[in-house]
């Protein structure tokens, strides 16, 4: 059985503004503690709205809980937009642990999907080319943490080399 909490169209703004300002305006402010004050209080409306909405019932309340979460991690990466010139690993910390009721919230609203988006036959479109493109792309996020640019010519020969292969072998 769902359970459907009706809010206004007020009251889905102004919660909606305030998950979105709280991280904002201290990061804009460029103060990191008071950053952490304000999501916290953030992230403990996001968890009480996500235990009221309880994403895993049914697909109405993952869609609600999907909306305000996605608002406070909206507002988490645009506070963390505005620090990237000073020093954004701490405010991206922060920020990734307190989205983490959003991927749940992402996941419950898309698990039909997944079973159809994963399949073998997917990696057959284009004649092999999405199978070489997802290759490229995973060698491209894994080679973003590395600074050796010995260590990065050998990753990125060997992404694509695989990638070639893949796409060989998903060629029909």
Do not use: C
């Amino acid at each position: 059985m769902a359970i459907v909490i009706q809010m206004k169209d007020w009251q889905v703004t102004g919660v909606s503004l305030l998950l979105i300002l709280l991280p904002v305006l201290p990061a804009l402010a460029d103060n990191f503690y008071a950053f952490v004050g304000a999501s916290v209080v953030g992230f403990a409306i996001v968890l009480y709205l996500f235990a009221t909405y309880k994403p895993w019932v049914d697909q109405t309340n993952a869609t609600v809980s999907l909306f305000f979460s996605g608002i406070f991690s909206f507002g988490l990466a645009l506070g963390v937009f505005f620090t990237l010139p000073l020093h954004p690993k701490l405010y991206g910390a922060v920020s990734l642990v307190e989205s983490i009721p959003f991927f749940i919230s992402l996941y419950f609203a898309t698990k039909d999907l997944w079973g159809k988006i994963f399949k073998k036959e997917v990696l057959y479109l284009a004649d092999g080319y999405l199978a070489f493109a997802l290759t490229i792309l995973i060698g491209a996020i894994i080679g973003r943490f590395l600074h050796n640019f010995y260590e990065l010519i050998t990753l990125y020969s060997g992404f694509l080399i695989m990638g070639f292969i893949l796409m060989l072998y998903f060629r029909k």
